[in-house]
């Protein structure tokens, strides 16, 4: 069976909420082994808050019980801060440090063979930062733990699976950091994990960053003399890759079973399709970490947190994710 390891992010966000709705109903991933890294207290407390039946069990790493009914397993960091006096809703340093610290543990475990994935509950980057984090988020600090040199983020959801070039950064940037060689390294990525989907030989789209791909270099000269030659070269190396397509229909081209993956150049590009079509149940997949990773695709939200509107549907289908993906990756290793 399948251990999955779920980190509850930051304690005054939703992460809790939604972890303890997630556990009070039929666990949305079926016949898995799930573990919450966290704070049980903070679990217990948002539990009698908002008045969720669920037990709360600590357990030891080497001693991860089997799935019962209704009852969270907590692992709680070795180091485990004083939490009883967080606020719900608020940006606060313990609350960014306590976060870290279930991240830290979780990947240890992961490390020691104690869990096979993880599934992440949201962080907040300010929080984060109080307490002395240096990394963008939480994709950059999980490549630092694993000394992962090559990784990328992929979103699924709505049918969709598409992964981006360039994430958080201005969109005058986006040109003069797009190159051959990053575009190489993001179809040989995805090309190596599109399998654990299940996929034999994956079909990657890829996008152009202007408007109708450039126009044969009318609109543009990035598709001529970028993407083009990156998809040739990808080619020859027997990576799928197709393209480059008009954003305005590639994804359509997707949902028509054209492509099992989609490169896209830049954030809004990627996600305003994601979140249009799954704006609920959204799942963030990092490619390229030694073990599967997949998140909520939604932030702490502190606006609603402790007032029980949450919504769990992004991590029941982040958990669920996460056990196929990982069912995938354990059937090619033993080919």
């Known amino acids: 069976m399948i251990r999955i390891g779920i980190t509850m992010g930051d304690p005054a966000g939703i992460g809790p909420e939604i972890i303890l709705k997630t556990f009070a109903e039929p666990f949305p991933a079926g016949e898995c082994i ?6 049980g207290e903070i679990l217990a407390r ?3 808050l908002l008045k969720i039946p669920v037990k709360i069990i ?3 790493e080497n001693a991860i019980p089997e799935r019962l009914e209704n009852d969270i397993p907590v692992i709680e960091p070795e180091s485990m801060p004083d939490l009883s006096k967080i606020k719900i809703g608020q940006i606060q340093k313990q609350a960014g440090n306590a976060a870290r ?5 979780a990947v240890s ?18 929080a984060m930062h109080l307490a002395g984090f240096k990394f963008p988020g939480h994709t950059e600090y999980l490549a630092h733990l694993t000394e992962t040199r090559e990784f990328a983020m992929m979103m699924e959801g709505g049918g969709l699976r598409v992964v981006l070039l360039t994430i958080h950064t201005a969109l005058k940037n986006i040109p003069r950091m797009m190159t051959k060689e990053l575009i190489l390294d993001k179809l040989r990525l995805t090309h190596s994990f599109i399998p654990c989907f299940g996929v034999r030989e994956p079909r990657i789209g890829v996008c152009g960053l202007n408007p109708h791909a450039g126009e044969g270099g009318l609109f543009g000269e990035e598709e001529e003399e970028i993407i083009i030659p990156a998809i040739k070269q990808a080619k020859k190396e027997g990576i799928g890759a197709e393209g480059p397509f008009s954003a305005d229909t590639i994804f359509h081209r997707m949902l028509e079973g054209d492509f099992d993956a989609i490169l896209a150049m830049y954030h809004d590009q990627a996600l305003i399709p994601i979140k249009t079509l ?10 390229g970490l030694p073990f599967i ?3 909520v695709d939604h932030g702490t939200g502190f606006d609603i947190a ?4 949450a919504n769990p549907l992004s991590l029941k289908a982040a958990i669920r994710l996460a056990a196929l993906l990982e069912t995938h990756k354990k059937a090619q290793e033993r080919r």
């Open 306 to 309: 402790g007032k029980g509107e």
């Open 109 to 126: 475990l992961i490390q020691k063979n104690h869990l096979d994935c993880l599934c992440t509950a949201p962080i907040h980057k300010e």
């Open 34 to 39: 799930p573990v919450v890294i966290g704070c």
């Open 101 to 105: 610290l279930f991240i830290d543990t």
């Open 278 to 287: 799954a704006f609920y149940d959204g799942v963030n997949i990092t490619m």
């Open 293 to 295: 990773r997949t998140s």
């Open 46 to 48: 948002t539990a009698r």
């Open 58 to 60: 600590p357990v030891k």
